[in-house]
């Protein structure tokens, strides 16, 4: 996968502010386990190509986005701090040159986005990837301020793909079958039965399917903000699909997977809001 997949699958990158070197391995570290392995840092100095680097060292294939590239001197220290790509516009010749030498892609700056406003971003569409500025909080040394960061991230992260329970689903052996049980549901809480083609449902909650389908019990569908960024993530966690099962829209983006595991009993399959 090349760095702007990367970035867009990740879809957070956090701009990371000058810290000293033991608290930027602790913040690499803490970023990577919260689900963003990478950062956004401003370099200008040998000082920032030091964190760049703590920051890699830290966390096997870590990667540094620069923002404040706008000079010979400052591209030639991104590179040296191992960017892999830096976020700027107007660069003249001789800074593309360098960049261009040493594989350093250029991309305009991202829109930056606050984390109490993370959900309504992604929750918008499909969106490019975005800055978000105030993900580091002021930081503190420690063991508890490393476990807070990491929640914060993991949140943060959670706000994009904004997983929602969806509906649950029913084997059953034949549409008679189907359509009895998605009946019961319609009269005994008013859960409207429609025929969708392959089921029926009973509001949005309740699938009931007309032949035995994934899932010894059935299977449960969580809804999601981006079902590519979702499955990127999951995977990073270790999470296996079955990507026979995956459904596509139009457009050629990913709108259904199942994971390859079942949980409980229940096959799962994440669903594109």
């Known amino acids: 996968m090349d760095i ?9 990158v956090p701009f990371i502010g000058k810290v000293s070197p033991a608290e930027a391995g602790d913040l690499a570290r803490a970023l990577s386990m ?8 401003h370099i200008q100095s040998e000082k920032d190509v030091s964190q760049s680097r703590v920051m890699q060292q830290a966390v096997e294939d870590f990667f540094i986005c620069a923002c404040g590239v706008e000079d010979e001197k400052s591209a ?3 590179v040296q701090a191992g960017a892999k790509l830096v976020f700027a516009t107007g660069l003249d010749a001789q800074v593309q040159a360098v960049l261009a030498a040493n594989e350093v892609l250029a991309l305009p700056p991202l829109s930056r ?29 420690g063991k508890s301020y490393f476990e807070i960061f990491v929640r914060r991230v993991r949140q943060a992260v959670n706000n994009m793909l904004g997983f929602d329970l969806r509906h649950i689903g029913i084997n059953q052996p034949d549409g008679e079958t189907s359509a009895r049980t998605a009946g019961e549901f319609e009269s005994l809480f008013g859960f409207a039965r429609t025929d969708r083609g392959g089921a029926y449902f009973a509001g949005e909650v309740v699938e009931v399917m007309k032949k035995p389908f994934y899932g010894h019990n059935g299977h449960i569908a ?20 079955n990507w ?27 669903l594109q809001k």
């Open 4 to 12: 702007l997949d990367t970035v867009y699958l990740t879809g957070i």
């Open 34 to 41: 919260g689900g963003l392995p990478l950062a956004a840092l």
């Open 76 to 78: 030639r220290l991104a």
């Open 113 to 141: 986005v606050v984390f109490d406003k993370l959900g309504q971003y992604f929750s918008s569409g499909k969106v490019a990837p975005c800055l978000c500025p105030d993900l580091q909080t002021p930081h503190r040394r």
């Open 222 to 241: 969580v809804s999601t903000n981006d079902a590519a960024r979702a499955a990127h993530y999951l995977q990073k966690q270790g999470v296996q699909f």
């Open 244 to 270: 026979d099962s995956a459904g596509y829209s139009e457009d050629g983006s990913l709108r259904v997977v199942y994971l390859a595991k079942e949980l409980g009993g229940f096959a799962v399959h994440i």
